[in-house]
């Protein structure tokens, strides 16, 4: 404890200059391109697996997801419950 430590001031640091807009804006536009063509080539791929979704058993026969049907009003879908699952085609 008795050891004394001076401390010695540092050149004061040289400021940066702010980069430019087309410094900033070209690693942003390449990064969204990037997952674009990320994007493209999942979509692709799961069209491939997925295949023609009018040649399966029914087409279209599910109802979709978020349409208000056989409901009243769509206040009353909009409440609707709080199970997440479709309903069964028996029901």
């Known amino acids: ?3 004394l430590h001076t401390l010695h001031p540092r050149a ?4 940066l200059a702010p980069p430019s807009s087309a410094e900033i804006r070209r690693p942003l536009e390449e990064a969204a391109q990037s997952a674009l063509d990320t994007a493209d080539r999942l979509i692709a791929l799961l069209d491939a697996i997925e295949g023609d979704s009018d040649r399966e058993d029914g087409a279209d ?3 979709s ?12 879908w909009l409440r609707g419950s709080s ?9």
């Open 83 to 91: 199970s997440d699952r479709e309903q069964d085609a028996a029901r």
């Open 1 to 3: 404890m008795g050891t």
């Open 61 to 63: 026969a599910e109802p």
């Open 65 to 76: 997801l978020g349409a208000p049907e056989h409901h009243v009003s769509q206040v009353t």
């Open 12 to 15: 004061a640091a040289t400021a």
